[in-house]
């Protein structure tokens, strides 16, 4: 259950608009996807770590405040809701790109930013009336992810079987640098996202020192072997002009290789997946802050609930953020506004690494850690990584994300304010 909860956390929507920003890179996003998995992997061992010496903790806040206290606490726990909320913008421009391959007008530019946001608000009513309703829609979606992931790694296979090697892109040594894998590391990272999961209800788990380290790696393992099969055969197959230009690789693939008619209904499971992903996130972003407020952690004012128990409040709050930033980013196309959403939420996960990578550091002599000389070098390589894709997300990108960061010093200063004994 653990592995299937890391497992679907990581595979998301986004990875089916992914296939259009490598395509100008080439080779580079092979590369890239092994630095990425690589660099996942050496945190995900972190993690793992973490959460046998700390079990009842409950996830990356609860490491970092152990380790720097409850000001560097609430920092990570801000900059990874910020991420949820953020990623509910990504998917919701991977949910209206294909659904504009189904139905071209929602692809217009003028039409789609709206379009992306009327969907944001259509899950947060959804997730307003109800928590169970929520979940039935969930249910309906998850596995419907795998059908166009599956879709894509056949057709890859058969046409390479059919035609032989050749018919994939020409390998060109010199286009292959480091700043082209650094671009795509920074982008296949962001669908790796979410190896971290099974750390979070740790409380909850049977054996939780053995099971949560083997979930999360094998669960890191499972989806970066899919993720290459899937993105590669896009990148390497379908023509790189072609490629870079499409709302929907996935359905575009399928059509040139197979037809019109299957790749519309590629198109339309994507959509459908890439809803569920959307309902299921837009539930994270009004329970997490809900739990860290219940534990102190935020504000009381996040802990407000409606007589049915949902943080209405939070999600009106979340998904205004969503609004602004897409309604901000306008006039990009779909594939610039994904990419841009993407390298934010990508930013904003990275705070959280590198501060829990750190605290792995600072708690080395802890005896719940005893930390070997091979957790402090993949704590030391983990951060490095961190740093390293951070820089490679860009300026703007993380322009934007300290601004959202530093949002959180006035909440953070009233909740102090208010804890204080008058």
């Not at 499409?246 to 790749?263: H, M, T, Y």
């Not at 890439?274 to 407020?293: D, H, I, R, S």
């Not at 009381?300 to 901000?328: C, D, E, N």
Request: hydrophobic fraction near 60%.
């Amino acid at each position: 259950m653990c592995t299937a909860l890391v497992v679907g956390n990581m595979i998301g929507s986004g990875v089916f608009l992914l296939p259009a920003a490598l395509a100008p890179y080439g080779w580079n996003a092979l590369f890239g996807w092994g630095f990425s998995i690589t660099g996942a992997g050496v945190l995900a061992v972190v993690f793992a770590r973490l959460a046998r010496a700390l079990p009842d903790a409950g996830g990356p806040y609860a490491y970092t405040r152990e380790a720097f206290g409850p000001a560097a606490g609430f920092v990570v726990a801000w900059s990874y809701w910020l991420s949820v909320v953020i990623t509910n913008g990504v998917v919701a421009v991977a949910c209206v790109s294909y659904l504009g391959a189904v139905w071209p007008a929602l692809g217009s530019p003028r039409l789609a930013p709206f379009a992306a946001i009327m969907l944001v608000w259509l899950v947060t009513a959804v997730n307003c009336r109800s928590v169970k309703l929520a979940g039935r829609v969930q249910i309906v979606t998850t596995l419907l992810k795998l059908i166009p992931l599956l879709a894509v790694a056949a057709v890859g296979a058969a046409v390479v079987v059919h035609s032989g090697p050749t018919v994939l892109l020409p390998f060109d040594a010199h286009a292959v640098t480091a700043s082209g894998i650094t671009a795509t590391a920074t982008l296949t990272l962001w669908a790796l996202v979410g190896f971290e999961a099974a750390t979070l209800p740790a409380a909850k788990v049977i054996d939780p020192g053995r099971t949560i380290p083997r979930a999360t790696l094998v669960g890191v393992a499972v989806t970066g072997a899919v993720y290459i099969l899937c993105c590669s055969a896009i990148t390497l197959l379908l023509p790189p002009d072609i490629a870079a230009h499409s709302a929907a690789p996935f359905a575009d693939f399928i059509a040139r290789f197979v037809g019109r008619g299957p790749a519309l209904a590629v198109a339309l499971f994507t959509a459908v997946a890439a809803f569920g992903a959307l309902n299921g996130w837009t539930l994270v972003q009004g329970e997490l802050p809900l739990a860290l407020a219940n534990d102190g952690v935020f504000p009381r004012w996040f802990a407000v609930t409606s007589p049915t128990g949902v943080p209405v409040r939070v999600h009106l709050l979340a998904s205004t953020v969503v609004t602004l930033i897409v309604a901000a980013n306008y006039s990009r196309s779909l594939a610039q506004l994904f990419v841009f959403l993407a390298l934010l939420a990508t930013a904003a996960n990275l705070v959280t690494y590198l501060a829990c990578a750190a605290a792995t550091l600072r708690l080395r002599r802890d005896p719940r850690l005893a930390a070997s000389r091979a957790l402090i070098a993949l704590a030391v390589l983990g951060m490095l990584f961190s740093v390293w894709t951070l820089y490679g997300a860009g300026a703007e990108a993380v322009g934007w994300g300290a601004v959202l960061l530093l949002s959180g010093v006035p909440v953070y200063a009233l909740m102090r304010r208010s804890a204080r004994p008058t």
